[in-house]
């Protein structure tokens, strides 16, 4: 893996697979895919092109269907995949300041997208859950996004690559797999 910085000062990853081509690990005779070699820096350069491609892919369906990724569509989805939570366990979820998503969740209410309610088992706290409004704009949005890609998919890809997409589908569900208490299965 090869780390530098471009004019910016962000870093860039790149694992040349020219080299990696030319190894002696490699042999294209023996294995029909580009990452079929049984190296270390063959799993880092799929890990990292993997990455970069879902990455870039996310963004792209973003952008071209006009569901932008914000702050409050992020906490929306937390909300619908694991259900009612106070502001400390989503900002914990989502990895900023319980500042940051005080705010958030106070647009979203104010949007009643989100409603507050009593924890059953602390009646000190306070839950929110989305509202029958936030639900269906969460899923209006889901479905812009499902729809641009289901008609690139109908656009550019062929028979044998929408089969090979779904068995990397089944792969990729199978990465991120986690068992009921949260541990990778």
Request: positive net charge.
């Amino acid at each position: 893996m090869v780390i530098s910085f471009d004019s910016t000062g962000h870093k860039r990853y790149a694992c040349p697979m020219r080299k990696l081509r030319e190894s002696p690990l490699f042999s294209p005779s023996e294995s029909p895919g580009r990452y079929s070699v049984s190296s270390e820096e063959a799993t880092e350069q799929l890990a990292e092109d993997l990455r970069r491609v879902v990455g870039n892919l996310v963004r792209e369906v973003r952008s071209e269907s006009h569901t932008p990724s914000s702050a409050q569509s992020e906490t929306l989805d937390l909300l619908d995949r694991h259900g009612p939570a106070s502001i400390s366990a989503i900002a914990a979820r989502r990895h900023v300041k319980h500042q940051s998503m005080r705010l958030v969740i106070a647009q979203l209410e104010q949007q009643q997208l989100v409603t507050r309610g009593l924890d059953p088992s602390d009646a000190r706290k306070q839950l929110f859950e989305l509202t029958h409004q936030g639900r269906a704009a969460l899923e209006h949005s889901r479905h812009q996004r499902s729809d641009w890609l289901a008609r690139q998919l109908k656009e550019k890809i062929t028979a044998s690559q929408l089969q090979t997409l779904e068995a990397a589908v089944r792969i990729l569900e199978q990465l991120i797999a986690t068992t009921s208490n949260g541990q990778s299965v």
